[in-house]
């Protein structure tokens, strides 16, 4: 089975930097993914990482580790909009079901 | 932009009745999958379907579900007889490729059991 942990809840203030992180257990990784959602919609894609490293794309960056079963998102510069819940996702090799969600962590950016 | 398009929006049910949700995935597309969430809880796996068949299933996807593509572009979910339990937005998905970066979501269809 697979198992991903994200912190339920993060605060942050508009304009700063917040680190959410992740941590799963799962055999035959095959990639990891972050995706944004906002209340009622849908999750939008954010990142993707299946080496090692630091990916960046505009204000959004995400990390990940292999050997520790970690990832990170890195949001700079936030901005009101970014207030949403913010989803770890793993996939499987041989799955067949894309991606495997964490229970997401919900961050509000405050003026 | 191509997009996932879903109907209904929104469909409220009594419970014991049938439910279909529709999908249309990207035109060039070929992988399919459904997927849900509670309201506050998170998103889940229900099945996938490729070369018009289902390719896995989850242990939420019982009996109640079946998973069909009558034509060339539509993908439809139906709930047999629905429950107070099955009350969730559902997501429609699609990939051109099973190893595609990005797993495109259609905007969800929230059903109602009452």
């Known amino acids: 089975g697979q198992n991903i942990d994200q912190p339920t809840e993060m605060t942050a203030t508009e304009g700063a930097i917040v680190q959410i992180n992740c941590t799963y257990q799962?055999?035959?990784?095959?990639?990891l993914f972050w995706y944004q959602q906002h209340a009622g919609e849908a999750p939008t894609f954010l990142s993707y990482?299946?080496?090692?490293g630091l990916e960046e794309k505009g204000r959004f960056s995400s990390f990940l580790s292999r050997s520790k079963g970690y990832s990170y998102l890195l949001l700079k510069e936030l901005q009101m909009k970014d207030s949403a819940s913010y989803l770890c996702a793993v996939r499987q090799r041989g799955s067949a079901r894309q991606l495997t969600f964490g229970s997401g962590t919900q961050l509000t950016v405050l003026p | 932009e191509p997009e996932v398009t879903q109907t209904p929006s929104h469909q409220v049910t009594q419970m014991g009745q049938e439910v279909i949700l529709r999908c249309v995935p990207i035109?060039?597309?070929?992988?399919f999958y459904w997927y849900r969430q509670i309201l506050g809880q998170k998103v889940e796996f229900l099945v996938s379907f490729y070369n018009n068949e289902i390719s896995e299933k989850s242990e939420i996807f019982d009996d109640q579900f079946s998973v069909e593509r009558p034509d060339g572009s539509n993908f439809t979910l139906k709930i047999r007889s629905t429950k107070l339990e099955d009350s969730a937005m559902y997501f429609c998905?699609?990939?051109?490729?099973?190893?595609?970066?990005?797993?495109?979501f259609g905007e969800g269809s929230r059903l109602t059991v009452l």
């Open positions: 799962t055999s035959g990784f095959n990639g």
């Open positions: 990482n299946v080496l090692d």
């Open positions: 035109s060039n597309h070929l992988y």
């Open positions: 998905a699609s990939t051109r490729g099973r190893e595609d970066r990005e797993l495109f």
